[in-house]
C-alpha cells in the first residue's frame, strides 16, 4: 500500500514546476512525472495485476522468437492489433518484459500527464494525485482498456479544441488498442451536441436535440441492463475474449463506490458556483456528466462482475475534471475541490485496492521481496 501512495505524492510534487514553465519546456517534466509510474510498473512482480501473465505474457514471449505476422496469427484475433505491434516493437528492442511493462504504463501516464499539463498546469499535482490513487492500480491489470481510455480522454481533449478530425484519428488509435474505443466516437459527438445546444443564441431545434440525444444515451443504458444478458451472448459469438462474462453471469454486485465517486462532483459543485466563461462551464458540464455515467455504467457488474470495466471508461475523466473545476473557481472552492478529490480519491484506494482487494495489486511485489 505504502509503495503506491508514495509513487502517487512523488509524481505530483514532481509536476509543481510545471505551472511556472512555458509550454515548450514543460515535455521534459510531463516525462519526469510519468517515470514513478513507469518504473514501479516495469519492475513488478509477474503476479501483480491480475491479467499480467496473460496477454502481455503471451505477447511477450511469443515476440522473442516470432515475426509480428507470426504473433498475430497464433494470438488468433482476441488481441487488438496496436497493442501486439507495441510489445513486438519493445521486446525486439529491449528483449525484457520489464521494458514491456515500462512502455505499456507509459502510452498511459503521459497522455495523461500531457494533458494535464497544458489544460490545467496549476492544478496538474491534483491530477497525477488522483490518477495514482484510483487508476494507477487499473493500469497494472486491464493495461489494454487503460491505454484505449487514455488516449480517449486524449481525443476529447482535441474535440473540445474543436479540432474534430484530429481528435476522430486519435480515437481510431485508441481502438486499435481496445474495442472499447468505439464508446469515445459517441461521447465526442455527445460532446458536440450538448455545446451546440447550449450556446449563446442556440436555435430551439439544437437545444431540443441535445435534449433528445441525452434521452437516447439513458435509453440505451436502460437497454443495456434489461438486455445486458442477451448482449454478453451476441458478443461472446463475436469474440472469444466475452466467454468469460458469459460464465460469471448473475455472479456480480454493485459498484457503490464507483456510483458515489461519479456522483461526488455535483455534490461539491453546489458549495460555490464556477466564476468562468460559459464555454469552459459547459466544458465541466460535460465531464460531469460523463462521470456521473461511468458510475452508472460500472454498476453492470450486477450482470456480470467484469462489465464493471465499461464504467472505467467514462469516470476515468474525473481527472481533467477536478482540476478543471479548481481552475474555474475562487481560492476557496479551488481548496474545496482539492481536498474533496483528495478524499474521495483516498477513499476509493481503500475500498477498491486495499479492502476489495481488485486487480490483486497488494501487497506490492518485487524480487521476491514485498513493498
Not at 91 to 101: A, E, K, P, Y
Not at 221 to 240: D, H, N, P, T, W
Not at 252 to 273: K, Q
Request: with cysteine.
Amino acid at each position: 500500500m505504502a509503495i503506491y501512495l508514495a509513487c502517487s505524492i512523488i509524481g505530483s510534487i514532481l509536476s509543481i514546476p510545471i505551472m511556472n514553465l512555458t509550454p515548450r519546456k514543460r515535455i521534459a517534466f510531463i516525462i519526469l512525472v510519468s517515470l514513478p509510474f513507469c518504473l514501479l510498473a516495469a519492475v513488478r512482480d509477474i503476479s501483480i495485476g491480475t491479467d499480467t501473465a496473460l496477454y502481455p505474457w503471451f505477447a511477450y514471449r511469443v515476440s522473442l522468437n516470432h515475426s509480428l505476422q507470426g504473433l498475430y496469427y497464433l494470438d488468433g484475433g482476441n488481441t487488438e492489433p496496436m497493442f501486439l505491434a507495441t510489445v513486438w516493437i519493445v521486446t525486439r528492442i529491449f528483449g525484457t518484459f520489464s521494458s514491456v511493462l515500462f512502455f505499456i504504463e507509459a502510452l498511459i501516464i503521459i497522455p495523461v500527464a500531457f494533458i494535464l499539463a497544458y489544460e490545467t498546469p496549476n492544478y496538474m499535482p491534483l491530477g497525477i494525485l488522483m490518477y495514482g490513487l484510483v487508476y494507477f492500480g487499473f493500469s497494472l491489470n486491464i493495461m489494454r482498456q487503460m491505454i484505449c481510455t487514455s488516449f480517449l480522454l486524449l481525443a476529447f481533449v482535441i474535440a473540445m479544441k474543436g479540432r474534430i478530425r484530429c481528435a476522430l484519428g486519435v480515437n481510431l488509435l485508441a481502438c486499435g488498442f481496445h474495442a472499447t474505443g468505439v464508446f469515445g466516437f459517441a461521447l465526442i459527438a455527445y460532446y458536440l451536441f450538448l455545446v451546440q445546444g447550449r450556446s449563446h443564441g442556440a436555435s430551439r431545434q439544437k437545444k431540443g436535440l441535445s435534449v433528445l440525444v441525452t434521452l437516447f444515451c439513458i435509453a440505451l443504458v436502460c437497454v443495456a441492463f434489461v438486455f445486458g444478458r442477451e448482449l454478453l451472448y451476441i458478443l461472446s459469438q463475436l469474440k472469444g475474449t466475452y466467454v468469460y462474462q458469459v460464465e460469471h453471469i448473475d455472479e456480480g454486485y454493485t459498484s457503490i463506490t464507483v456510483l458515489v465517486y461519479g456522483i461526488v462532483p455535483y455534490i461539491l459543485e453546489h458549495f460555490e458556483r464556477g466564476i468562468t466563461d460559459q464555454r469552459t462551464r459547459i466544458n465541466v458540464d460535460v465531464l460531469k456528466i460523463v462521470v456521473l455515467f461511468g458510475g452508472i455504467a460500472a454498476q453492470l457488474s450486477v450482470i456480470s462482475p467484469e462489465l464493471s470495466r465499461i464504467g472505467i471508461i467514462f469516470h476515468f475523466f474525473s481527472i481533467l475534471l477536478y482540476p478543471i473545476m479548481a481552475a474555474s473557481r475562487t481560492q476557496k472552492g479551488s481548496s474545496l475541490i482539492w481536498v474533496g478529490g483528495l478524499l474521495v480519491s483516498f477513499a476509493f484506494f481503500i475500498l477498491t485496492y486495499v479492502r476489495g482487494g481488485a486487480c490483486e495489486i497488494i501487497p506490492y511485489v518485487i524480487s521476491g521481496s514485498e513493498l
